[in-house]
């Protein structure tokens, strides 16, 4: 029902930025929250940012906190993920989640971005 359409990923040099996008659809609670994770090849997948459709709180990881930025349109259904200087370490398949229930019950497909240098 719920479906996540992620954008934006792509190719950049170290201290460049990109803008991911997560265009939502089937989704009818305000309540809901969002998240962004990354996997890089061989790794664990992480958490990387949560945004919640009401109130607009925002978690971040250690790892990227004062380079990205979450965002969402709430009369647009879609979440944004702005990365700013990123680095090498960044590179990694990025994922769209949804939060139903108290679990990450929904993703998208993913979209790479790889950091040069």
């Known amino acids: 029902q719920v479906q996540l359409t992620e954008s934006g990923g792509g190719s950049v040099q170290a201290g460049g930025s990109l803008r991911l996008s997560c265009a939502v659809s089937g989704r009818s609670i305000s309540r809901d929250i969002m998240g962004w994770f990354r996997q890089a090849p061989g790794k664990e997948r992480e958490f990387v940012a949560s945004?919640?459709?009401?109130?607009?709180?925002?978690n971040y990881a250690d790892s990227v906190k004062g380079r990205f930025t979450a965002t969402l349109d709430f009369a647009k259904n879609t979440v944004f993920l702005q990365m700013r200087n990123l680095q090498p370490e960044d590179t990694a398949v990025y994922y769209c989640a949804a939060k139903s229930l108290n679990t990450w019950a929904y993703w998208g497909q993913g979209t790479q971005v790889t950091v040069s240098s």
């Open positions: 945004i919640v459709w009401i109130g607009n709180n925002v």
